[in-house]
T-cell receptor, first 110, second 108 residues
Framework: EADIYQTPRYLVIGTGKKITLECSQT?????MYWYQQDPGMELHLIHYSYGVNSTEKGDLSSESTVSRIRTEHFPLTLESARPSHTSQYLC?????????FGPGTRLTVT | KNEVEQSPQNLTAQEGEFITINCSYSVGISALHWLQQHPGGGIVSLFM???GKKKHGRLIATINIQEKHSSLHITASHPRDSAVYIC??????????FGTGTSLTVIP
């Protein structure tokens, strides 16, 4: 059973607000990822981390930032939410041989 | 342009049928991942493989490195297998690149 958690599960917020999506895993994985997925579309990598204090941007620029101060925690922050940020955000963690996904956060920016 | 192609995009099957979903990619990879996504968005890892074949219950995944092709087979399909099946590949680094998925509906 994979132990990776995301909060909140659903969020509706107004344009211009700052939001942080939380992701935690209890498996001790070094690698963690944030993906964005629009309905019916493929997942796109927005950020990843190989370990504490290591973060990289993925192919999709979403005007967000991440931090990795602790192994188990990988929060994603949108400084100023826009309607174009409306999407599902999925966090994952893993090793070279496996990847576990969280339940996702469905974000709506009005 | 998505370099991971899945076929078919949509598939409807009768309960009990043998199902095959295909994934093709354009360059050499270090690993290929099959995922299952149910309505509501949760994603479950099914297989990660870099060569040969893996089996788990009614699911079988194969990969042909030379052909740059992988297949996911479901034997004795059941309505609870209805989901989107996603192929993802990793070439070199630690990033995975995802196909658009195959939406499977199994009718009782």
């Amino acid at each position: 059973e994979a132990d990776i958690y995301q909060t909140p599960r659903y969020l509706v917020i107004g344009t211009g607000k700052k939001i942080t999506l939380e992701c935690s895993q209890t498996m001790g994985h070094d690698k963690m990822y944030w993906y964005q997925q629009d309905p019916g579309m493929e997942l796109h990598l927005i950020h990843y981390s190989y370990g504490v204090n290591s973060t990289e941007k993925g192919d999709l620029s979403s005007e967000s930032t991440v931090s990795r101060i602790r192994t188990e925690h990988f929060p994603l922050t949108l400084e100023s939410a826009r309607p174009s940020h409306t999407s599902q955000y999925l966090c994952a963690s893993g090793s070279s041989y496996e990847q576990y996904f969280g339940p996702g956060t469905r974000l709506t920016v009005t | 342009k998505n370099e991971v192609e899945q076929s078919p995009q949509n598939l409807t099957a009768q309960e009990g049928e043998f199902i095959t979903i295909n994934c093709s990619y354009s360059v050499g990879i270090s690993a290929l991942h099959w995922l299952q996504q149910h309505p509501g968005g949760g994603i479950v890892s099914l297989f990660m493989l870099s060569s040969g074949k893996k089996k788990h219950g009614r699911l079988i995944a194969t990969i042909n490195i030379q052909e740059k092709h992988s297949s996911l087979h479901i034997t004795a399909s059941h309505p609870r297998d209805s989901a989107v099946y996603i192929c993802a590949v990793r070439w070199g680094g630690n990033q995975f690149y995802f196909g658009t998925g195959t939406s499977l509906t199994v009718i009782p």
